[in-house]
Each structure stands twice: as C-alpha cells, then as structure tokens.
C-alpha cells in the first residue's frame, strides 16, 4: 500500500495548487485550450548587410569529417574572406483567439480530485497518522482536493488577444556587388565570395602590423567603421605570425569582429 501511495503522490503535485501557482506567476497561457491565430505583417520592414571579417585563419578539413581531420591534424587553410549574410526583420501583429476551463480541463479537473482524494484517504486510513509527515500529506491532498473540486465549477472562459510577434528572414549569403574595403585611404572591393585581392590582404595585413586610422565598410552611401581593440589585432597577429608584441597583459581571444549595415528596403534582394 506504501508504494502505491508513493507511485500516486508522484503523480500530481496538487491539481489546485499547480493552478494558483499558474494565476499568480501570470503564465495562464498555458491553460490555453483550441487556440487558432491570424498573422497581419506591419508595414516597417527592415533590410540589413551583416559582415563578419574573420581575424585567425579558416581551415578546412582535408578528409571526409573533421573528427578524422582532427585525429591526424591535417587541415587545408581556406583563403581570407569576409561572410556576408542579407537579412530582412519585420514584425507581424498576431490574433489568437481560445477558451479556457472547456471540456477537456473539466475531465482533467475531476481525474485530479479523484486522485487526491484517493491519495488523502489512503493516507488517512492506512499510515500512521501520528506522524507530522502523514498528517501533512492527508491535510494538503485533502485541501487541494477541495480546491480541485471548485475548479470544476469555473464557467468557460473565452480568449481574445494581440501579440507583435518579430519575423526574421535570411535573403542570401553573398558579398553584393558595390561593397569595400578601405584600408588608410585605399578602397579594395569585396566580391561575391567575400574576398579582397591579394592587394587587400597586404595592405589588411600591414595595417594590423600598425593599426592607423579606422577600417570601414561602404555599401552604396552607407559607411561603418570596423571595432578593432587590442585584443583583435593581437589575435590577428598571433594566429597569423606568432606575433605577441602587441598583445596587452590579459589577452583575450576574439575570433571574428562584425558589423551591420541598415540598407533601404529592396536593396538587397535586386538581382544584379
């Protein structure tokens, strides 16, 4: 008898009680019951260019999986690229409309009392009622049985609500065409797959050697300087050249820096 009153009290933690809980931490959401929603864009549609310039060297395993390229540690380095993804964000108002304590809550109310109450009189006349662990057991069950069982008087509740939900879309993940580089007065274009010429690399590479005045990004009219600190030139140098010159006290690995350009609506999704 023992261990069926233990196989039950792992059953329910208290219908009633787990519904308080509910109300008061304002999640009755998830009493929601036969839920349908309608989604209505909004009209503000946002378009961005995210850069990402990698600062240690991208390598790629030479053999079927990197785990085998892991074990004999042979890689191929791939050529410096910049990664390029073109997004759209943009928000939707969405309509839901439900109820709440319909049919289904009621028959799940009434199998919750059935079970506490059962657990409460288990308790009661087959332990010990002198212990302060079996009486808890028998007042708490008991009274959330009591509360269970008004709940199976609560009326329907009809759901209406509105919610802004953001939507996010990935366009593509080429470099479009008209993106630079400049590095100290000198403009080097980015192609589609990310690349600046070996002319761009050295005159990257040099710069990271003794960083001067800020690299920028430039798309059409739209400029973003690139946040180099210590600690992404020192990456850059110490990956590339084992360089630790220039690296401060506690450095701290940065693997890529990037950066985000707001572009006019359909600007990115042209064909070109």
Same mark, same amino acid.
């Given at each position: ?74 890689? /191929? ?5 910049f ?23 009621k ?12 657990? @409460?009189? @288990? ?5 010990d009622r ?14 959330? @049985? ?26 593509? =993940?080429d470099?479009? @065409?008209?993106l630079?580089?400049?590095i ?27 960083p ?7 798309y059409?009219?739209r400029?973003? /300087? ?5 600690n ?10 084992? /360089? ?15 950066? =985000? ?12």
């Open positions: 008898m023992k261990a069926i009153m233990l196989a039950l009290l792992a059953t329910t933690s208290g219908c009633f009680t787990s519904w308080a809980i509910t109300q008061s931490s304002g999640n009755q959401r998830i009493l929601d019951e036969g839920m349908r929603q309608e989604r209505v864009p909004l009209p503000d549609v946002r378009e961005r260019l995210h850069v990402t310039m990698p600062l240690a060297p991208q390598r790629a395993p030479k053999f079927r999986t990197a785990a085998i390229a892991n074990e004999v540690n042979q890689f /191929d380095e791939l050529p410096f690229a990664e390029c993804v073109s997004t759209q964000t943009a928000s939707d108002t969405v309509y839901r409309s439900g109820f709440r304590y319909g049919g289904r809550w028959k799940v109310a009434a199998a919750m009392f059935v079970i506490e109450a059962g657990i @409460a009189a @288990a308790y009661y006349f087959a332990s002198e212990k302060p662990g079996n009486q808890l057991a028998i007042g708490f069950f008991g009274l959330d @049985a009591v509360g269970t069982a008004a709940l199976l008087f609560v009326p329907r509740k009809e759901i209406y609500r509105k919610d802004v939900a953001p939507v996010h879309s990935r366009i593509r =993940s470099c479009p @065409a008209g630079t580089l400049e100290a007065g000198e403009t080097f274009p980015v192609d589609a797959a990310g690349r600046v010429g070996e002319l761009g690399e050295a005159a990257l590479d040099g710069w990271m050697r003794a001067s005045t800020p690299l920028r990004l430039t059409r009219d400029v973003i /300087d690139l946040q180099l600190g210590q992404e030139v020192c990456t850059w140098n110490r990956t590339r050249h084992q /360089d630790q010159s220039a690296c401060p006290a506690y450095w701290a690995s940065a693997p890529a820096i990037g950066a =985000s350009i707001e572009v006019p609506m359909g600007t990115l999704t042209q064909l070109e």
